[in-house]
């Protein structure tokens, strides 16, 4: 599944800024191969923001679309104009209901972003079929430097590996 839109209607949000805290801790600001932790993106304000375009709350435009179509999309004749159809239709605003949060993820990959080297971040659907970890809380960030730890263990036939 693609991601949703542009990570950088985050860049505002003070819970994605301490997921980047939490990122930069466990990862010492460097990311290896197959490293990937999400975050679930709750505040609806950016949810919307990532549904309908980075401008949402102004002036309708490709940034700002008035509506979502998901499924199989159809143009139905409607007397003298046609309407445009879906499985599911969402206006303007409208959050689909029930929504399960999309992530903010971030995943190993040529550049720097957030602050972290070998990072590419982006934002998906709930459900995602990326093997990340959840960082939602520094509890989170325990249980995926244990994750972390064991999995380079097993790569480096079980030679005890410092963090970094």
């Known amino acids: 599944m693609k991601s949703y839109e542009n990570p ?3 860049s505002f949000n003070p819970g994605f ?10 990862t010492g600001g460097t990311l290896e191969p197959e490293e990937s932790f999400y975050f679930d993106i709750v505040d609806q304000t950016v949810q ?21 179509l998901k499924g199989d999309a159809k143009i139905v004749p ?17 959050i689909p209901e029930p929504l399960k949060a999309p992530r903010a993820v971030i995943h190993y990959g ?7 080297n070998n990072a ?5 659907p709930a459900g995602s079929k990326r093997r990340a970890l959840p960082l939602n809380s520094f509890q989170d960030a325990k249980n995926a430097l244990n994750i972390i730890r064991t999995r ?13």
């Open 17 to 26: 800024k301490n997921f980047l805290a939490r990122v930069k801790s466990i």
């Open 8 to 10: 950088n209607n985050l």
């Open 152 to 164: 380079r263990k097993q790569k480096t036939g079980n030679q005890d590996v410092p963090p970094r």
């Open 120 to 124: 590419n971040i982006d934002t998906e």
């Open 48 to 68: 919307k923001k990532i549904i309908y375009g980075s401008d949402y709350g102004g002036n309708y435009g490709i940034n700002n679309v008035n509506v979502v």
């Open 110 to 116: 040529k550049g720097r972003r957030g602050g972290i």
């Open 78 to 94: 409607d007397g003298k104009v046609y309407r445009l159809s879906a499985n599911e239709v969402y206006v303007n605003g409208e």
